[in-house]
C-alpha cells in the first residue's frame, strides 16, 4: 500500500480517538434547581492551529440518583469568527458509538469551518469516550471476535472498578449534553450528527426539543434502526457493488479477472488459519496475526471512504496472489484505528442495550456470513455486558417540525439511504440530499458544507437545492 493511500485511509475513517487524560479540577454537581456555570479557558489543540477554549464539566454517572461518582465531560469550544455572533450555537455529536467529538476537534473542525463564520462550534466528548471516562479494553473491537471470551470478561471487570457500564446508553449521554448547553448559556443548538451521532441527535429531540433550533444528519441512522444488522446488510451490499463494479470496468476487470473467487479463497484461508505478518511499530516492527473478521475490517475501512473505496480490488489481489503480508501496513493502520484506540466498553454499553436485544434468529444468521463474521457472537457477548434502561418508545421514530436537512452518501457501507429517505418522507419540514458516488465519509462531500451552511443560517430548507449532490464521479480503479 502507498503512503498516501494510508494518509487518506486514517484521516477519512476519522477514528483516532486521542488517549485519555485528567480532566481539570470542576466543582461537584449540585442540585437538580442548582444552576452551574461552565467556565472555559484557551487552549490549542494537536493538528489545529487556532486558539480554541476548553474546559470540563462534572455530572453523576448516575443522573436519576444523582449521587455516587461523578464524571468529567470534555468540551471544546470554536468561537464564532463574528464580533456578534448568533446566540445559538452548533453542536456536533460524534459517531461509532464511541468516537468523542472533542478528540476529533481537528478533523471536525476543518469540515465545519463556514459554520463558524457567525456562530460557536461546540465539541463533547459523550460519557464512555474521548477524555470523559473512556471505556476502552486492551485489544480492543478484537476481543469481540470468538475466542476472547475470557479477555472480554476481565475488561469488564476491570471498568467495573470505574464505572457502572449500565450508565453510558445514549439518552444519559444527551441529557449530559443538555446540562452542559445550559452551563454554557446557549438557549438553543442546531445539531450536526454523523452516523451513530444521528441516533444521539434524535435522542435528543426527543427528550430536549425546546433546546433545538435546526437539525444535520449525516449519514442517518433512523431510530428503530439496528446498528449490527444494518450495517452488516450495507457492508455486504457495498462489497458486491464494488466487486460488480470492477468487473464492469475494462481496465478492472482485465486487472483482477479473478477477483471474487480471491476474495473467497482469501476468507476461507483466514478462518481457517490467521495470517502472521509483521507490520511497521515504533521499534521496528511487530508481529500481527490476521484473522478473516481482521481483514474484513481492512475492507470495511476502505469502503467507509470515498477516496479509498477505488483501492479494494487491489488490496484483495495483492494479498492472494503475493501473500497478506504484502498488505500488511494497511492491515496494522486499520487494527491501531479501531482494534487498539475505540472503547469498545461503550461500544458494547450502548450495543448491548440498544441494538442486540432486538436481533431476531433470522438475523443472528446473517450475523455470521460475510461482514457480519466480524460480530458473529454479538449476542452472546452481550449476555455477558451489563445492560441499561432505555425509556419508553425509545426505539419510535422522531416526529418533529423543525427544520431537518438529512445528507446520505448513495454508497454508504454504514447506514444505506433508503431508510433516511423513507424517514425523511414524514417530517414536515426537512429536505433529504443524496450524494452520488459518495461512501460513509468525508462529513461533507462536494458542496455539502455550502448546503449545510446555508441551511443552519436560514434554519429552513425552503430554496434549499441540492441537485449538486448528484455531480459527484468515481474516480477510476486503482491497478497495479
Not at 21 to 26: I, K, Q, T, Y
Not at 68 to 85: E, I, K, Y
Not at 122 to 144: A, E, H, I, Y
Amino acid at each position: 500500500m502507498t503512503p498516501r493511500l494510508l494518509r487518506l485511509l486514517r484521516v477519512a475513517a476519522l477514528v483516532a480517538l486521542a488517549a485519555a487524560v485528567p480532566g481539570l479540577a470542576h466543582p461537584r454537581p449540585g442540585s437538580a434547581q442548582e444552576p452551574r456555570r461552565l467556565v472555559l479557558h484557551p487552549c490549542t489543540l494537536p493538528g489545529f492551529e487556532e486558539p480554541l477554549r476548553c474546559g470540563t464539566y462534572t455530572v453523576f454517572e448516575d443522573r436519576e440518583a444523582r449521587s455516587g461518582r461523578t464524571l468529567d465531560l470534555h468540551v471544546v469550544v470554536a468561537p464564532a469568527r463574528s464580533a456578534t455572533p448568533a446566540p445559538d450555537a452548533v453542536w456536533v455529536l460524534g459517531g461509532g458509538p464511541g468516537q468523542g467529538a472533542a478528540s476529533l476537534a481537528a478533523p471536525l473542525l476543518s469540515s465545519l469551518e463556514g459554520l463558524r463564520a457567525h456562530r460557536d462550534v461546540v465539541l463533547m466528548d459523550q460519557r464512555g469516550t474521548g477524555k470523559s471516562n473512556p471505556l476502552t479494553c486492551p485489544g480492543g473491537f478484537g476481543l469481540l471476535e470468538p475466542g476472547h471470551t475470557a479477555e472480554l470478561r476481565a475488561c469488564r471487570e476491570e471498568l467495573e472498578r470505574r464505572a457502572d457500564l449500565r450508565l453510558y446508553t445514549t439518552p444519559l449521554a444527551v441529557d449530559d449534553m443538555d446540562e452542559v448547553r445550559a452551563a454554557l448559556g446557549y438557549r438553543q443548538v442546531d445539531l450536526v450528527g454523523a452516523s451513530y451521532g444521528t441516533r444521539a441527535v434524535q435522542v435528543y429531540l426527543k427528550r430536549h426539543p425546546a433546546a433545538v433550533r435546526s437539525v444535520v444528519l449525516r449519514a442517518v441512522l433512523p431510530m428503530g434502526g439496528n446498528i449490527l444488522v444494518d450495517g452488516t446488510r450495507s457492508a455486504d451490499r457495498e462489497l458486491e457493488r464494488v466487486l460488480a463494479d470492477c468487473a464492469a470496468e475494462a481496465g478492472c476487470a482485465a486487472a483482477f479477472p479473478r477477483l471474487q473467487a480471491e476474495l473467497d479463497s482469501l476468507g476461507r484461508g483466514l478462518a481457517a488459519a490467521p495470517a502472521r505478518v509483521r507490520v511497521p511499530s515504533a521499534g521496528g516492527a511487530t508481529e500481527l496475526e490476521v484473522t478473516r473478521g481482521l481483514f474484513y475490517q481492512t475492507l470495511y475501512a476502505l469502503l467507509l471512504s470515498t477516496q479509498t473505496r477505488r483501492q479494494l480490488p487491489l488490496l484483495v489481489h495483492r494479498a492472494a496472489t503475493a501473500g497478506v503480508q504484502a498488505v500488511a501496513p494497511l492491515i496494522g493502520q486499520v487494527r491501531a484505528a479501531t482494534y487498539g484506540t475505540v472503547p469498545v466498553g461503550m461500544y458494547l454499553s450502548v450495543v448491548c442495550s440498544e441494538d442486540a436485544p432486538r436481533i431476531t434468529p433470522g438475523q443472528a444468521r446473517e450475523l455470521r456470513t460475510g461482514f457480519g463474521g466480524f460480530t458473529a457472537g454479538i449476542e452472546e457477548v452481550c449476555a455477558g455486558w451489563p445492560r441499561g434502561r432505555l425509556p419508553a418508545g425509545y426505539h419510535d421514530p422522531v416526529r418533529t417540525d423543525l427544520p431537518v436537512l438529512l445528507l446520505s452518501g448513495a454508497a454508504d457501507p454504514g447506514t444505506a439511504a433508503g431508510p433516511a429517505d423513507a424517514w425523511a418522507r414524514t417530517l414536515p419540514n426537512a429536505l433529504h440530499v443524496v450524494f452520488s458516488a459518495t461512501a460513509h465519509t468525508p462529513l461533507f462531500p462536494g458542496c455539502g458544507e455550502e448546503l449545510v451552511v446555508r441551511f443552519v443560517e436560514a434554519a429552513s430548507v425552503a430554496g434549499l437545492d441540492g441537485r449538486c449532490a448528484g455531480e459527484l464521479r468515481w474516480p477510476p480503479f486503482a491497478h497495479p
